[in-house]
T-cell receptor, first 116, second 116 residues
Framework: AQKVTQAQTEISVVEKEDVTLDCVYE???????LFWYKQPPSGELVFLIR??????QNEISGRYSWNFQKSTSSFNFTITASQVVDSAVYFC?????????????FGQGTTLQVKP | ETGVTQSPTHLIKTRGQQVTLRCSSQ?????VSWYQQALGQGPQFIFQ???????GRGNFPPRFSGLQFPNYSSELNVNALELDDSALYLC???????????????FGSGTQLSVL
């Protein structure tokens, strides 16, 4: 069975601090995709990044970076120099396997509060 | 701004009633997925429609049904409402192949359904 675990329910930091959101996944598929989405108070989920299971190269995009480690089944997300506008709920998600067409498995989410 | 709109934004129903939620996808998107998000939880996959046919279903009973129309609009229908159906219902659209599992989803802001 596929599963995504985000052990951190809530994180609170002060502006300009760095923060890492943890994600651990389980899957038996050899080909799969991992995602991070952000959900601001308005409700819609906003796509941040997609990574396939064959690409373990870490990625940096501005203040965001992602660390994918297949050996530990983890796909962690770091925000450098956090800002108040980063406050939101962040979801890690997994998809893959022909029996799971169209289906994203989401973690429970991590609520990030960035205080001024 | 994802280009996906949902209506209504809020809805109150009583147990046993039926409800129809609506979604307007981005122009050109051939796939729409529906998710249920209970308070404090990650979204759970209900089903996906690809070119007006159901293309994958999550662990939801048959009283959850859907329709997708050629004009990029879609509906989620829930019959015999139960108290546990109270949740945020999210619609997501994408442009993809029928069996793709790596698509980036564009989410609407959701319909908050309360069942009393």
């Amino acid at each position: 069975a596929q599963k995504v675990t985000q052990a951190q329910t809530e994180i609170s930091v002060v502006e300009k601090e760095d923060v890492t959101l943890d994600c651990v996944y389980e899957t038996r598929d050899t080909t799969y995709y991992l995602f991070w989405y952000k959900q601001p108070p308005s409700g819609e989920l906003v796509f941040l990044i997609r990574r396939n299971s064959f690409d373990e190269q870490n990625e940096i995009s501005g203040r965001y970076s992602w660390n994918f480690q297949k050996s530990t089944s983890s796909f962690n997300f770091t925000i450098t120099a956090s800002q108040v506008v980063d406050s939101a709920v962040y979801f890690c998600a997994l998809s893959g396997g022909s029996s799971n067409t169209g289906k994203l498995i989401f973690g429970q989410g991590t609520t990030l509060q960035v205080k001024p | 701004e994802t280009g996906v709109t949902q209506s209504p934004t809020h809805l109150i129903k009583t147990r046993g009633q039926q409800v129809t939620l609506r979604c307007s996808s981005q122009s050109g998107h051939n796939t729409v997925s529906w998710y249920q998000q209970a308070l404090g939880q990650g979204p759970q996959f209900i089903f996906q429609y690809y070119r007006e046919e159901e293309n994958g279903r999550g662990n939801f009973p048959p009283r959850f049904s859907g329709l997708q129309f050629p004009n990029y609009s879609s509906e989620l229908n829930v019959n015999a409402l139960e108290l546990d159906d109270s949740a945020l219902y999210l619609c997501a659209s994408s442009s993809t192949d029928r069996f793709a599992t790596n698509e980036k989803l564009f989410f609407g802001s959701g319909t908050q359904l309360s069942v009393l």
